[in-house]
């Protein structure tokens, strides 16, 4: 009761602010290019002769009141920021000339339809329709951006989520989505997953709507942790995916993902779709991957319900638009079964395991989203929008795979989600408009062992080298969860209770806009907090913890200093100009960005642990504090003065985006040693812990830890000033481009890019230099480097080891020790094409090449070995093939697909040493760790095959008065491909087996209906 008081008196402060900023910024400044795009071009006479005075007025149902702008001087206007995406109608009168109106000038999100005409001397009431494509040329903007409409997303195969969007757009890459492998197959991707394109960072990936961040502020406040706000796709209209030469509006260099709501209109208009899958459309493509211990990965199910309805409640100035969806997957693990025998022991008190094979491990999302939102035209010159949702979702048995059985795996649940916006414009003049938007997010969240039949007693427990206790497995983590970092917090307790990472944020701009010249100013604010709190289960006798067993017997446990709760908070201000200024057929782009990040924890007492006295700490401020000023500038020349060809070059510094993670690691009750490991035999075969855990010397069954420090309120992580109170880590982005229109509706983008990362971070041990370190080799028993003596390696000196400890490090930049490179270069190619009777396609080839070299040392001399430098190569890492088609039939029916050709994963060969392993591979026993992974080829010199995916769809649309039906026939994985996705890299009998691969043919079937 306590902590949800506190939370609804925390949503009552942050909306009243809010409110006070979106209210101050109605006459300040900010950014809404993201979620609109703009008209401009030029108007001349007969004689092509430069009208100035012409007035200019665009018209559309997205827009609400008509905006008029006047050419100048130069015959020259442009009209920006209008609500995308839309189709325009666009009217040029002038006193003697006859009206020109030029209809169906279709407007997508950050794009700039170029849009000249002539006029003609005539009378006023004479008025000249010209009919024409849209122009696919932007001959102003330098951005680059994957624009996915309605329509696109509509027609295609695809599940509409973030894995679908990466297959409709060239160069991007997901990291972790939660399908067989990580591939999505028909919807199994889920809503997870980190995006990149050109090799920018995945921790600067931004997820907004109407755009405004609507992440939770966990990590980087980016796209990582996305758990929380998901996208109703029944309520969004378009999909903007920007990622190069982007302007001084935008934070980082990553992928910038723009939602864009729809609105009511003064129609009534609705739209409803149901899909479905299940494992009996799934086909068998296990094949030859059986030799490798592959068993079939594959669905349970994939559905998606969802329905919306808008329309006008007063016309002309007020309308209305609410959607739902109901959404997920649940995907089988390849090789992960249940617990057939959870609870039961062995007689050394080692808790078992047995495969259920009737009861397979599987990964479950699922999604619930209920939006609605108001749009108040409050008069010709102000429009007002509010949107509201609640959103209930879970990614749950989160990371199950063939080492990781169900019950060692966790909920991650958030079921109380709320995001608030509220989004305001004012065409004050026909030169000045004025925009403002706040949001807040509420986003608590849990990790929970529902449904898992794990209790608080049961230990968590990793197995190596198989035994009775895990029936054979070479390697497996099961009987319950043990993590440092993401504890349950689902129990009862001081660690039990949702934790909340909600944040609010808020952007202003004031724009002047010109015939030739459009300056604007504008700013961003952001605010967030994470409350982390957990406890991991419990070893008899001993504390939180995990235990390591090796051929069923204990070899060691790694304890946490559990419970724990801490909370940390951030603020995130931008200020930036940007320009944007015609001169004959060149456009110059430049604008500064000056970001301000400050993070700190407020004052707490930290509650003791098991093994950890309490303490208590004053607030922590400047922790970090960054102060940056970014440049950009970009130049787009109308070659040849017609719009259909340009030449575009761009260069910008972008920061890296930060949020509570930044903070967390300045945090004290974090900045403490929260874990240790240490060797355990368990001589009275009890399974019950002999010794005290609190003593870090060895003592009864225990062994010394590995690290001194824990158990210990001494702050062993430190920051020096410069990584602390300068510049973030940033990155700079290069890019030239040819865009050619090849004919109506055709285009052709040649582009090449780079992308360079700067002000990394090291952490450097500050009880230990090179000299303490001492080399040794290791003799692979299998693998590709089979019997050759490798001494690459080190570990530090049993003398040198007697003052090491895990803590005392220190975070510093990078410049202290050398010089950090990486650097990618890439060159693309890629059209869009659309035809008179509704065909089209998309797509492209991408070369992509990074070198990332770390060849220097911090302190141990093994940072200098044929690891330091890893080079991606153009083709077999960064090299993609994507393609989308869509090609209308007789009688209502449509053929489409999609198609992807990517790299295969890498092939790694690791050999694990062990502490006590001093008689064969090391020579002498270890003393870093109590068991360690070792490469022993170089990175990226081999790989499975790259991966063929054809998804392809057979369509029937039906039309009946003003509605329309389109009843949808999808084959996922056409060619039933079964590239590995996920194998074992550790040498052994078990080297190379599968660990997931792609999931099989599907058959998914739907319907999509819409009326107006």
């Given amino acids: 009761m306590a902590a949800a008081l506190r939370l609804r008196m925390r949503m009552k402060r942050t909306l009243c602010l809010a409110l006070l900023v979106t209210a101050g910024m109605l006459v300040a400044s900010g950014t809404a290019r993201a979620q609109t795009g703009a008209i401009a071009g030029t108007v001349a006479d007969a004689t092509g002769a430069v009208l100035p005075g012409v007035t200019v007025t665009a018209t559309s149902p997205v827009e609400g009141a008509p905006r008029t702008v006047v050419t100048g001087s130069q015959g020259l206007y442009t009209i920006t920021a209008l609500r995308a995406p839309g189709v325009y109608a666009v009217e040029f009168t002038l006193p003697g000339f006859s009206t020109v109106r030029r209809e169906g000038v279709e407007l997508t999100t950050g794009f700039t339809a170029n849009i000249n005409v002539q006029m003609v001397v005539g009378g006023v009431e004479e008025t000249v329709t010209v009919t024409g494509a849209t122009p696919t040329v932007d001959i102003q903007n330098v951005a680059a951006q994957n624009r996915l409409s309605r329509g696109v997303l509509d027609s295609l195969p695809n599940a509409q989520n973030i894995s679908s969007f990466a297959a409709l757009t060239l160069g991007m890459s997901i990291v972790g989505a939660s399908g067989i492998g990580g591939q999505d197959v028909g919807g199994t991707g889920g809503e997870m997953g980190i995006a990149s394109i050109n090799n920018n960072r995945g921790e600067d990936?931004?997820?907004?709507?109407?755009?405004?961040?609507?992440?939770?502020?966990?990590?980087?406040?980016?796209?990582?942790?996305?758990?929380?706000?998901?996208?109703?796709?029944?309520?969004?209209?378009?999909?903007?995916?920007?990622?190069?030469?982007?302007?001084?509006?935008?934070?980082?260099?990553?992928?910038?993902?723009?939602?864009?709501?729809?609105?009511?209109?003064?129609?009534?208009?609705?739209?409803?779709?149901?899909?479905?899958?299940?494992?009996?459309?799934?086909?068998?493509?296990?094949?030859?991957?059986?030799?490798?211990?592959g068993t079939l990965g594959s669905m349970k199910q994939v559905y998606d319900y969802g329905a919306s309805f808008g329309g006008r409640?007063?016309?002309?100035?007020?309308?209305?638009?609410?959607?739902?969806?109901?959404?997920?997957?649940?995907?089988?693990?390849?090789?992960?079964?249940?617990?057939?025998?959870?609870?039961?022991?062995?007689?050394?008190?080692?808790?078992?395991?047995?495969?259920?094979?009737?009861?397979?491990?599987?990964?479950?999302?699922?999604?619930?989203?209920?939006s609605g939102r108001i749009t108040w035209q409050a008069s010709s010159k102000d429009k007002l929008a509010y949107f509201g949702n609640r959103n209930d979702n879970c990614v749950c048995f989160r990371g199950v795979q063939a080492i990781l059985t169900p019950e060692a795996s966790f909920n991650n649940f958030l079921p109380q989600n709320h995001l608030s916006q509220i989004t305001y414009t004012r065409a004050h003049s026909n030169n000045v408009l004025i925009e403002a938007g706040a949001s807040i997010l509420i986003n608590p969240f849990g990790f929970g062992r529902e449904n898992t039949n794990v209790d608080f007693d049961d230990v968590a427990i990793l197995?190596?080298?198989?035994?009775?206790?895990?029936?054979?497995?070479?390697?497996?983590?099961?009987?319950?969860?043990?993590?440092?970092?993401?504890?349950?917090?689902?129990?009862?307790?001081?660690?039990?209770?949702?934790?909340?990472?909600?944040?609010?944020?808020?952007?202003?701009?004031?724009?002047?806009?010109?015939?030739?010249?459009?300056?604007?100013?504008?700013?961003?604010?952001?605010?967030?907090?994470?409350?982390?709190?957990?406890?991991?289960?419990?070893?008899?006798?001993?504390?939180?913890?995990?235990?390591?067993?090796?051929?069923?017997?204990?070899?060691?446990?790694?304890?946490?200093?559990?419970?724990?709760?801490?909370?940390?908070?951030?603020?995130?201000?931008?200020i930036y100009a940007q320009d944007q200024w015609t001169l004959d057929r060149f456009t110059f782009n430049a604008g500064v960005r000056f970001d301000m990040f400050d993070g700190w924890t407020p004052a707490a007492a930290v509650m003791p642990s098991r093994f950890t006295p309490g303490f208590s700490f004053n607030k922590v401020s400047d922790a970090p504090t960054y102060r940056d000023v970014s440049p950009r500038l970009g130049l787009a020349w109308n070659v040849r003065g017609d719009g259909k060809t340009a030449f575009k070059a761009s260069a910008g510094r972008y920061v890296a985006a930060q949020g509570t993670g930044n903070a967390q690691v300045f945090n004290p009750a974090r900045a403490i040693s929260t874990s240790t490991t240490r060797t355990w035999a368990d001589a009275n075969s009890d399974f019950v812990v002999q010794g005290n855990g609190s003593n870090p010397l060895a003592n009864g069954e225990l062994g010394p830890s590995t690290n001194p420090s824990f158990g210990s309120p001494v702050i062993i992580r430190s920051f020096s000033d410069d990584f602390a109170t300068k510049n973030r880590q940033y990155t700079w982005q290069y890019s030239v481009s040819v865009d050619q229109e090849l004919r109506d509706n055709v285009r052709l983008t040649v582009a090449y890019n780079r992308t360079a990362h700067y002000n990394q971070s090291v952490t450097d041990n500050l009880l230990v230099t090179p000299a303490d370190y001492q080399n040794f080799c290791v003799t692979p028993t299998s693998g590709p480097a089979q019997g050759r003596r490798l001494c690459e390696y080190y570990d530090l000196t049993p003398a040198a080891n007697s003052r090491f400890a895990t803590g005392f490090l220190q975070t510093r930049l990078e410049d202290t020790f050398g010089d950090r490179t990486q650097i990618y270069n890439g060159l693309s190619f890629e059209t869009q094409a659309r035809f008179d009777n509704g065909a089209l396609v998309q797509g492209g080839i991408v070369f992509g090449k990074t070198v990332d070299n770390n060849c220097f040392t911090v302190d141990s001399p093994e940072q200098q070995n044929f690891l330091c430098e890893i080079v991606s190569p153009w083709w077999d890492v960064g090299g993609q093939v994507k393609f989308a088609g869509l090609y209308p039939l007789p009688y209502g029916i449509e053929v489409s697909a999609v198609y992807q050709n990517l790299p295969g994963i890498e092939i790694r060969a690791q050999q694990r040493t062990f502490t006590t392993d001093d008689a064969g591979r090391t020579g002498r026993p270890l003393t870093r760790a109590t068991s360690v992974l070792l490469d022993t080829i170089p990175r990226n010199s081999a790989f499975e095959d790259r991966l063929n995916q054809i998804d392809f769809r057979v369509a029937k649309v039906l039309r009946f008065a003003d509605t329309r039906t389109l009843l949808t026939f999808d084959l996922y994985n056409a060619l039933n491909a079964n590239n590995v996705r996920a194998r074992v890299d550790e040498l052994g009998g078990s080297y190379g087996n599968i660990i997931a691969f792609m999931g099989a043919r599907t058959v998914k079937v739907g319907g999509q209906f819409s009326w107006n």
Avoid at 337 to 345: E, L, M, P, R, Y
Avoid at 350 to 368: E, H, M, W
């Fill in 205 to 293: 990936q931004k997820m907004t709507q109407d755009g405004m961040n609507v992440n939770n502020a966990m990590g980087t406040n980016g796209g990582i942790f996305r758990a929380g706000m998901q996208f109703n796709m029944e309520g969004v209209a378009e999909v903007t995916i920007g990622h190069t030469g982007m302007s001084a509006e935008t934070e980082t260099a990553g992928v910038n993902m723009n939602y864009i709501p729809k609105e009511g209109g003064n129609r009534l208009s609705g739209s409803a779709r149901a899909t479905f899958t299940n494992e009996d459309f799934q086909s068998d493509n296990l094949g030859d991957l059986a030799q490798r211990r």
């Fill in 313 to 370: 409640i007063v016309r002309d100035k007020l309308w209305f638009f609410t959607a739902h969806r109901w959404w997920g997957d649940e995907v089988y693990s390849p090789n992960s079964f249940f617990n057939a025998i959870q609870g039961q022991k062995a007689a050394n008190g080692v808790p078992l395991y047995a495969p259920d094979r009737s009861k397979r491990g599987f990964i479950q999302n699922y999604n619930q989203e209920n």
């Fill in 463 to 574: 197995a190596i080298a198989g035994g009775a206790t895990t029936a054979g497995a070479p390697l497996l983590i099961y009987n319950a969860k043990g993590s440092d970092f993401l504890p349950y917090n689902d129990g009862t307790g001081p660690g039990a209770g949702l934790s909340e990472a909600g944040q609010q944020n808020a952007r202003g701009a004031l724009s002047y806009v010109t015939g030739s010249h459009t300056l604007k100013f504008g700013f961003s604010w952001a605010h967030g907090l994470v409350e982390a709190n957990g406890e991991s289960n419990h070893i008899p006798g001993f504390g939180p913890g995990q235990v390591t067993t090796i051929g069923g017997v204990p070899f060691s446990i790694t304890a946490y200093a559990q419970p724990f709760y801490n909370r940390s908070d951030f603020q995130n201000i931008g």
